[in-house]
T-cell receptor, first 112, second 117 residues
Framework: GENVEQHPSTLSVQEGDSAVIKCTYSDSASNYFPWYKQELGKRPQLIIDIRSNVGEKKDQRIAVTLNKTAKHFSLHITETQPEDSAVYFCAAPINRDDKIIFGKGTRLHILP | DTAVSQTPKYLVTQMGNDKSIKCEQN?????MYWYKQDSKKFLKIMFS???????INETVPNRFSPKSPDKAHLNLHINSLELGDSAVYFC????????????????FGEGSWLTVV
């Protein structure tokens, strides 16, 4: 069936370094790709999204890139800070089913 | 001024009991959802409603019954609770559904931590 694969499941980076999380999707009709951040004990919240008519979108230290041909998209966090520690979820729509599927999440640890 | 609010936040109950979780959104959205997040943090959709109409039912056991009295409310009732039902249940809403990559941001409630003992 349709799914969204997310890697890695856990990622530890030194504070100040960059972190990259990757996702692949299977529905070639997908055209919208959001990323959600969930801090410990809190709700998931949208941090950035991208539509298929662009290849990259940036918001301060966060950027998302999309390769529609390869059906994968990535979240890039630069100059990581302690408050970036959280679980990050990518997602992609399954258009014919009118739903969005989340990846399994990446637990990001920022090391002091 | 909470956008999506759900109650209770914590619920500890015995196997076999029946319990309900209530959800309300004040964003004026047409679509509401229930998601289940297990101990591994996987977020799985259970149900979605659009303007009180059931849109998605993700092969959830019949013991789970959602009810939407109006488009601002989506409650979840669970019968005969089992140990495997222990999880965090998130209510959420979006302006419209997720069809055709509509790009509607999903706003989550704070979650309801259900523990079945």
């Amino acid at each position: 069936g349709e799914n969204v694969e997310q890697h890695p499941s856990t990622l530890s980076v030194q504070e100040g370094d960059s972190a990259v999380i990757k996702c692949t999707y299977s529905d070639s009709a997908s055209n919208y790709f959001p990323w959600y951040k969930q801090e410990l004990g809190k709700r998931p919240q949208l941090i950035i999204d991208i539509r298929s008519n662009v290849g990259e979108k940036k918001d301060q230290r966060i950027a998302v890139t999309l390769n529609k041909t390869a059906k994968h998209f990535s979240l890039h966090i630069t100059e990581t800070q302690p408050e970036d520690s959280a679980v990050y979820f990518c997602a992609a729509p399954i258009n014919r089913d009118d739903k969005i599927i989340f990846g399994k999440g990446t637990r990001l640890h920022i090391l002091p | 001024d909470t956008a999506v609010s759900q109650t209770p936040k914590y619920l500890v109950t015995q196997m076999g009991n029946d319990k309900s979780i209530k959800c309300e959104q004040n964003l004026g959205h047409d679509t509401m959802y229930w998601y289940k997040q297990d101990s591994k943090k996987f977020l799985k959709i259970m149900f979605s409603y659009n303007n009180k109409e059931l849109i998605i039912n993700e092969t959830v056991p019949n013991r789970f019954s959602p009810k939407s009295p109006d488009k601002a409310h989506l409650n979840l009732h669970i019968n005969s609770l089992e140990l495997g039902d222990s999880a965090v249940y998130f209510c959420a809403s979006s302006q419209e559904g997720q069809g055709a990559g509509s790009g509607n941001t999903i706003y989550f409630g704070e979650g309801s931590w259900l523990t079945v003992v």
